[in-house]
């Protein structure tokens, strides 16, 4: 995951990779359907900027946060009001508690950290980082999408077993090297495995969105989860 994330051409192409993907127009209304009133956010694995721009525009205190250097260049040119930092979700410790009225963690950059009590790190700086109230949403890719194919199913099989046994891999699944760049891998969540990380970093479900790869709303093998949880008052 480092290599790929201080890989330049990455960012370089990543923009116009993207461009058309359902998921980037069913998360941004999700966040802006959460998100009503101006508030301090934090774009936590920012990329190059996409939502963090977004909300800026709509008149929210934006601050994009992201491993990777080359992705927060490209980032910087789209957007020089806004304000970005390069750090791991993981350890945030240079910011202080609660700065944040909300933050945001989406296109499954929570299932990029690598091993589980990383990523329950992750989530709970998150809850570190807002604010009592504060409100936080992730998008994570489900296990369950692949139950639409033969071998989708025979591979979520195999990680029945994987997680049956404890195996501290249960859910990571590689993710093809494309020409030019490293391959890295993937946590893929169950619905459960996702509800029970944000529950046991303190915060409380409000509301879940489950989408297909066409980016609507579906409950059958939904692709992904959009989820947005608060950390409680007092």
């Known amino acids: ?71 927060l260049d490209a980032a910087r040119t789209k957007s ?31 299932g990029m950290v690598a091993g589980s009590a990383a990523r329950v790190a992750a989530v709970a700086e998150a809850h570190r980082l807002l604010r009592p109230g504060g409100i936080y949403i992730v998008h994570a890719h489900l296990l369950g999408h692949h139950m639409r194919t033969s071998p989708g199913r025979r591979m979520v099989a195999r990680d029945f077993v994987r997680r049956s046994l404890g195996r501290t891999d249960a859910g990571d699944f590689p993710m093809p090297a494309r020409p030019g760049s490293p391959a890295w891998t993937m946590h893929v969540f169950t619905a459960r495995e996702l509800r029970k990380l944000l529950r046991g970093a303190g915060l409380v479900i409000e509301r879940e969105l489950t989408v297909g790869v066409d980016g609507r709303p579906t409950r059958w093998c939904p692709y992904g989860m959009l989820v947005a949880a608060r950390r409680p008052p007092g």
């Open 1 to 71: 995951m480092w290599d790929y994330a201080h890989d330049s051409t990455v960012a370089a192409g990543y923009d116009r990779e993207l461009e058309g993907t359902p998921l980037l127009v069913s998360d941004l209304a999700f966040v802006r359907e959460t998100l009503t009133s101006p508030c301090r956010v934090a774009d936590l694995g920012c990329g190059t900027g996409r939502v963090t721009v977004e909300l800026a525009g709509l008149g929210h205190q934006v601050t994009g946060i992201d491993l990777s250097l080359p992705m």
């Open 80 to 110: 020089r009001k806004t304000g970005w930092a390069c750090g791991n979700i993981v350890d945030l410790r240079m910011i202080r508690d609660q700065s944040f009225d909300a933050a945001i963690c989406l296109f499954s950059t929570l």
